[in-house]
């Protein structure tokens, strides 16, 4: 995230496509320990059955693997989307 922020103004697109990608996995991982340890914890003192927290968690779970999967795309689309087609050799 870092070197997104130091090259902003040389690729402006690519850096701000980069920096969201990488924020998004970050505040995703954070997400997903955060839920591992708070869901437990609550659901023993709301009364929730094992299997309602874990539906509860597998839910969490896929959705927070599809915005992984949607980050990881747009961090490869900043990092290889900009280049043009290398020219064909003549050999």
Do not use: C
Not at 11 to 38: N, Q, Y
Not at 65 to 72: H, I, Q
């Amino acid at each position: 995230m870092v070197l997104s922020s130091i090259h902003r103004k040389r690729h402006s697109k690519v850096s701000l496509l980069a920096f969201i990608s990488l924020f998004t996995l970050f505040v995703l991982s954070l997400v997903v320990v955060f839920s591992e340890t708070w869901l437990p914890i609550n659901a023993s003192i709301e009364g929730l059955d094992a299997k309602e927290m874990g539906m509860t968690l597998y839910r969490i779970k896929v959705i927070a693997k599809f915005m992984s999967a949607v980050a990881w795309g747009m961090l490869i689309a900043a990092i290889f989307g900009w280049r043009t087609q290398l020219p064909t050799s003549t050999t």
